[in-house]
C-alpha cells in the first residue's frame, strides 16, 4: 500500500522559511514522478512544484526562484524548501506521487500570516 505523509508545515511570518517533507512507502520512489500542490479555501488543488525521476523539475511562475524541490531516493522523501514566503502562499499542500496512477498525502498546512 502506497503512503504519503508530508511533514513540515506551520505558521510562518511574511519573508520567512519552512522545509516540507514527504516520505514514502509501498512504492518503488525513484521511478515515480514526484509532486508539491496546494489548495487554499475556495480554489483547486494547483502545481507547485513537479520533478521527475531523472531530477528534472517545473515550478509553477508564483513561485520560481523562491522554492526548490529535490528528492533523497536513498531515503524514499521528497522535499520542498520555500524561501521569502508571502501570504498568498497560504495554503494545503500535499505531495503527489505519479506512475500510471496518482497517490496523495494527507496535506500539511502552511499559513504565511504577521
Known amino acids: 500500500q502506497v503512503q504519503l505523509v508530508e511533514s513540515g508545515g506551520g505558521l510562518v511570518q511574511p519573508g520567512g522559511s519552512l522545509r516540507l517533507s514527504c516520505t514514502t512507502s509501498?512504492?518503488?520512489?525513484?521511478?515515480?514522478?514526484m509532486g508539491w500542490y496546494r489548495q487554499a479555501p475556495g480554489n483547486q488543488r494547483d502545481l507547485v512544484a513537479r520533478?521527475?525521476?531523472?531530477?528534472?523539475?517545473n515550478y509553477a511562475d508564483s513561485v520560481k526562484g523562491r522554492f526548490t524541490i529535490s528528492r533523497d531516493n536513498a531515503k524514499n522523501t521528497l522535499y520542498l524548501q520555500m524561501n521569502s514566503l508571502k501570504p498568498e502562499d497560504t495554503a494545503v499542500y500535499y505531495c503527489?506521487?505519479?506512475?500510471?496512477?496518482?497517490?496523495w498525502g494527507q496535506g500539511t498546512q502552511v499559513t504565511v500570516s504577521s
Open positions: 509501498g512504492l518503488i520512489f525513484r521511478v515515480y514522478r
Open positions: 520533478i521527475n525521476k531523472d531530477g528534472s523539475t
Open positions: 503527489n506521487a505519479n506512475f500510471a496512477r496518482d497517490h
